[in-house]
């Protein structure tokens, strides 16, 4: 899950995979440059890219928001920021992932079956894979993966968390059976953004993983460079000579940076540049999906305890304006549930709309008739969240509702240790998510990880459970709808918009693919990026 910080949250997936802003740039990338010269120009347009055949080798440079000391090559971190899943998914491969269309591919696993409960899953697994540094990958690494995973702290727990980790084994040198506690049809999702470890490796400052590219350097807050892996199972994979993510905090930094040559792709495009700013010998790629944003209340403080205030406060916002100016119109308008996209997700409930006549009746029967006074906070942590919070605080006043905004320091929002689960009143991005089941365990049932609305229900963990551990399709769609009318009638969250993943390249740049998932085309995105001829 490129999740909430994100991971911590939600950046999602599986994780939850968020984008994270880190410690300043020191100076690098034109952090002195004057404002952009092409301002005024025509702004360039979505573009299919090269034509012509990929050439082999050459330096890719990605500019990419930064998460200061956070950043790291260790999978277990890249729950946390943009920049760690795509270093991590540079240096190490899952068993398999997601691919633009939605559909499972083969990665290190070659294959994937289920027995007739969907309670037992077996994986083939690839042969003739190596490690960076020469070993063989075999089954045992998986195994040792699985179990590394679900150790405390780690951000890639809720991939493993149907797993029975006792009975997990090997019975051949490339075949893992992997039990789990419950029946689940959709079990090989949860893997499709985890990557797999070498067995004993819990030292992740010099990476050694199987994926296309291996580590040379990282200076947290400035770079890390990555170099090609000349025996990478995919034939002719990768195309680049080296890969090097620039960690730069300042938006218009990495658009300039972008523009003037010194990198090759900006990830992450805030939406008045997407629409503006973009400008030259680039291109847009923008790839709706299942990133959304939302404001949250937390709903065992006062007053969002009052299931009238949550239940207003959704009727308050006007999710159309809000996409249309907060996002620039790069999205689309949400109904207050995660998983639009998603297998099971409920696309049949009624699309909310603002009623500021039920929504101040609501107030009143809660006690608030004379007015209801918040403190929303907010961050520039995720593009346009501050003009989200800003904009709502002009809709609440229609309500008699009067919002104060307070903006957090970036590199805290989405960070556990210091403000993150601990706003009563805030906002949200989830990216890469690709279940229900990861959403809501992640982010609803007791003892959520990622528990920002402070749900705690046996009620609600029973109706996951079951449809979690549905036996069929049929069932599995009936039990997802009850819990997704649950949250919709009475949770935390109020969704308003599913938001377009903007990534900017240079035109002498192909391969990368928009994803619905995460930005870059993550987490493979980056394996077929090419310079063209």
Same mark, same amino acid.
């Given at each position: 899950?490129?999740?909430?910080?994100?991971?911590?949250?939600?950046?999602?997936s599986?994780?939850?995979?968020?984008?994270?802003?880190?410690?300043?740039?020191?100076?690098?990338?034109?952090?002195?440059?004057?404002?952009?010269?092409?301002?005024?120009?025509?702004?360039?347009?979505?573009?299919?890219?090269?034509?012509?055949?990929?050439?082999?080798?050459? +330096?890719?440079?990605?500019?990419?928001v930064?998460?200061?000391?956070?950043?790291?090559?260790?999978?277990?971190?890249?729950?946390?920021?943009?920049?760690?899943?795509?270093?991590?998914?540079?240096?190490?491969? %899952?068993?398999?992932t997601?691919?633009?269309?939605? +559909?499972?591919?083969?990665?290190?696993?070659?294959?994937?079956?289920?027995?007739?409960?969907?309670s037992?899953?077996?994986?083939?697994?690839?042969?003739?894979?190596?490690?960076?540094d020469?070993?063989?990958?075999t089954?045992? /690494?998986?195994?040792?993966?699985?179990?590394?995973?679900?150790?405390?702290?780690?951000g890639?727990?809720?991939?493993?968390? @149907?797993?029975?980790?006792?009975?997990?084994?090997?019975?051949?040198?490339?075949?893992?059976? $992997?039990?789990?506690?419950?029946?689940?049809?959709?079990?090989?999702?949860?893997?499709?953004?985890?990557? $797999?470890?070498?067995r004993?490796?819990?030292?992740?400052?010099?990476?050694?993983?199987?994926?296309?590219?291996?580590?040379?350097?990282?200076?947290?807050?400035?770079?890390?460079?990555?170099? +090609?892996n000349?025996?990478?199972?995919?034939?002719?994979? %990768? &195309?680049?000579?080296?890969?090097?993510?620039?960690?730069?905090k300042? /938006?218009?930094?990495?658009?300039?940076?972008?523009?003037?040559?010194?990198?090759?792709?900006?990830?992450?495009?805030?939406?008045?540049?997407?629409?503006?700013?973009?400008?030259?010998?680039?291109?847009?790629?923008?790839?709706?999906?299942?990133?959304?944003?939302?404001?949250?209340?937390a709903?065992?403080?006062?007053?969002? /305890?009052?299931?009238?205030?949550?239940?207003?406060?959704?009727? $308050?916002?006007?999710?159309?304006?809000?996409?249309?100016?907060?996002l620039?119109?790069?999205?689309?308008?949400?109904?207050?549930? &995660?998983?639009?996209?998603?297998?099971y997700? @409920?696309?049949?409930?009624?699309?909310?709309?603002?009623?500021?006549?039920?929504?101040?009746?609501?107030?009143?029967?809660?006690?608030?008739?004379?007015?209801?006074?918040?403190?929303?906070?907010?961050?520039?942590?995720?593009?346009?969240?501050?003009?989200?919070?800003?904009?709502?605080?002009?809709?609440?006043?229609?309500?008699?509702?009067?919002?104060?905004?307070?903006q957090? @320091?970036?590199?805290? &929002?989405?960070?556990?240790?210091?403000? &993150?689960?601990?706003m009563?009143?805030?906002q949200?991005?989830w990216?890469?998510?690709?279940?229900?089941?990861?959403?809501?365990?992640?982010?609803?049932?007791?003892?959520?990880?990622?528990?920002?609305?402070?749900?705690?229900?046996? +009620?609600?963990?029973?109706?996951?459970?079951?449809?979690?551990?549905?036996?069929?399709?049929?069932?599995?769609?009936?039990?997802?709808?009850?819990v997704?009318?649950?949250?919709?009638?009475?949770?935390?969250?109020?969704?308003?918009?599913?938001?377009?993943?903007?990534?900017?390249?240079?035109?002498r740049?192909?391969?990368?693919?928009?994803?619905?998932?995460?930005?870059?085309g993550?987490?493979?995105?980056?394996?077929?990026?090419?310079?063209?001829?």
């Amino acid at each position: 899950m490129t999740g909430p910080g994100t991971t911590a949250l939600p950046f999602g997936s599986t994780s939850r995979r968020t984008v994270l802003r880190g410690a300043a740039t020191a100076g690098m990338l034109l952090a002195g440059c004057a404002p952009l010269a092409a301002c005024g120009r025509q702004p360039v347009s979505v573009s299919a890219g090269p034509t012509g055949p990929p050439r082999r080798g050459g +330096r890719l440079r990605v500019g990419m928001v930064g998460a200061g000391k956070g950043e790291s090559f260790d999978p277990s971190l890249a729950p946390n920021a943009l920049i760690n899943t795509a270093m991590s998914c540079a240096v190490f491969d %899952p068993l398999l992932t997601m691919g633009p269309d939605g +559909r499972l591919r083969p990665m290190l696993a070659t294959s994937w079956t289920s027995d007739s409960t969907a309670s037992v899953w077996t994986f083939r697994l690839r042969e003739g894979v190596t490690w960076h540094d020469g070993g063989d990958f075999t089954a045992a /690494d998986v195994v040792y993966s699985l179990k590394w995973m679900a150790k405390p702290g780690n951000g890639l727990a809720l991939s493993v968390a @149907d797993v029975d980790l006792d009975k997990v084994s090997a019975p051949a040198p490339h075949t893992v059976v $992997i039990p789990l506690k419950s029946p689940n049809l959709l079990f090989p999702y949860s893997l499709a953004t985890a990557s $797999i470890v070498r067995r004993g490796a819990e030292d992740f400052t010099r990476p050694v993983g199987t994926g296309p590219f291996s580590f040379v350097s990282l200076d947290p807050g400035q770079q890390a460079v990555c170099r +090609r892996n000349p025996a990478y199972w995919d034939p002719g994979k %990768p &195309y680049l000579d080296e890969l090097v993510f620039l960690s730069v905090k300042d /938006d218009f930094a990495r658009l300039n940076a972008l523009l003037s040559g010194q990198t090759d792709v900006m990830a992450q495009v805030p939406f008045t540049q997407a629409k503006s700013q973009l400008v030259g010998d680039v291109r847009l790629i923008r790839s709706p999906g299942v990133t959304a944003q939302a404001f949250y209340t937390a709903v065992d403080k006062p007053p969002f /305890d009052d299931v009238r205030v949550r239940r207003a406060l959704r009727l $308050i916002v006007d999710r159309r304006q809000l996409v249309d100016v907060a996002l620039f119109g790069f999205g689309t308008v949400g109904n207050d549930l &995660y998983g639009k996209g998603l297998e099971y997700y @409920d696309d049949s409930l009624p699309q909310r709309t603002r009623d500021l006549t039920r929504a101040k009746a609501l107030l009143a029967e809660a006690g608030h008739g004379r007015g209801l006074t918040l403190k929303l906070q907010t961050s520039t942590v995720v593009p346009g969240m501050v003009e989200a919070a800003t904009l709502f605080q002009q809709q609440a006043k229609d309500a008699g509702v009067d919002v104060s905004i307070s903006q957090v @320091d970036p590199t805290s &929002y989405f960070d556990p240790t210091r403000d &993150y689960l601990k706003m009563p009143f805030a906002q949200t991005l989830w990216q890469g998510m690709t279940t229900l089941g990861d959403v809501y365990n992640a982010s609803v049932v007791s003892k959520a990880p990622y528990g920002e609305t402070h749900w705690s229900d046996r +009620r609600t963990d029973e109706l996951v459970a079951t449809a979690v551990a549905a036996p069929d399709a049929s069932a599995a769609r009936s039990a997802w709808a009850a819990v997704q009318r649950q949250q919709y009638d009475s949770g935390g969250y109020i969704w308003w918009g599913n938001v377009d993943n903007l990534d900017a390249v240079s035109n002498r740049v192909g391969g990368l693919v928009p994803n619905r998932y995460q930005n870059l085309g993550l987490p493979t995105g980056l394996n077929e990026a090419y310079f063209a001829s």
